[in-house]
């Protein structure tokens, strides 16, 4: 019988392994851009895409674009200065009218003006960002930074109070019309969901 050194059979035993490589992580990727149209029927408040989502970020980034059905009037003219809802999110694990930040739009004196738009302990804040031209994307960005939220577009921002700090946590909002009317006739909204990296 034929004694072989353990030292021996280690090595025959790794020589006959598959050969070992170092396995280098992959850079974490930016999240896939996601691009939906929404559709507020004529007659309604919400849009077609609606579902929940929960939502866990510090900062949500997304462009838009409006076309010519944003031009709208309003059956009553004191509801024309009503913000209509655009994106976002509700925040500090809350129901959205008690703490919520997102874009708001209307149409405005000949104008589509967009909005931040928040509520703060149940107290309804909304603030103008700036407007847009129709057909153009418009790239948006709600941060969630400590005790406050800044909106930003196309490089302006603007500040509003937030109720908590950290991360933050709730559910997706989606685009709504109104105040007080629905929509006149059909809105199409497209909104593209962007890599959450900084302006």
């Given at each position: 019988m034929c004694c072989i050194p353990a030292a021996l059979?280690?090595?025959?035993?790794?020589?006959?392994?598959?050969?070992?490589?170092?396995?280098?992580?992959?850079?974490?990727?930016?999240?896939?851009?996601?691009?939906a149209?929404?559709?507020?029927?004529?007659?309604?408040?919400?849009?077609?895409?609606?579902?929940?989502?929960?939502?866990?970020?510090?900062?949500?980034?997304?462009?838009?674009?409006?076309?010519?059905?944003?031009?709208?009037?309003?059956?009553?003219?004191?509801?024309q200065g009503d913000i209509n809802k655009l994106y976002g999110l509700s925040d500090c694990g809350s129901a959205h009218h008690t703490n919520s930040a997102r874009f708001g739009w209307r149409w405005y004196n000949g104008k589509l003006e967009l909005h931040a738009y928040t509520y703060f302990n149940n107290e309804r804040n909304a603030a103008y960002v700036g407007s847009v031209t129709l057909g153009e994307p418009a790239i948006c960005e709600i941060r969630m930074e400590n005790k406050k939220y800044v909106f930003y577009l196309n490089g302006k921002s603007v500040s509003l109070p937030r109720a908590c700090t950290g991360t933050g946590e709730g559910y997706q909002l989606y685009p709504y019309f109104g105040g007080d009317e629905t929509a006149p006739h059909d809105v199409t909204i497209t909104i593209r969901e962007l890599p959450e990296v900084m302006i």
């Open positions: 059979l280690s090595c025959c035993a790794l020589s006959s392994c598959e050969q070992i490589t170092d396995v280098v992580p992959k850079q974490e990727q930016p999240q896939v851009d996601r691009e149209i929404y559709t507020i029927k004529e007659g309604f408040h919400y849009a077609d895409i609606n579902s929940y989502k929960r939502r866990t970020t510090d900062r949500l980034r997304f462009s838009v674009v409006f076309d010519s059905t944003a031009i709208y009037t309003t059956a009553d003219p004191d509801n």
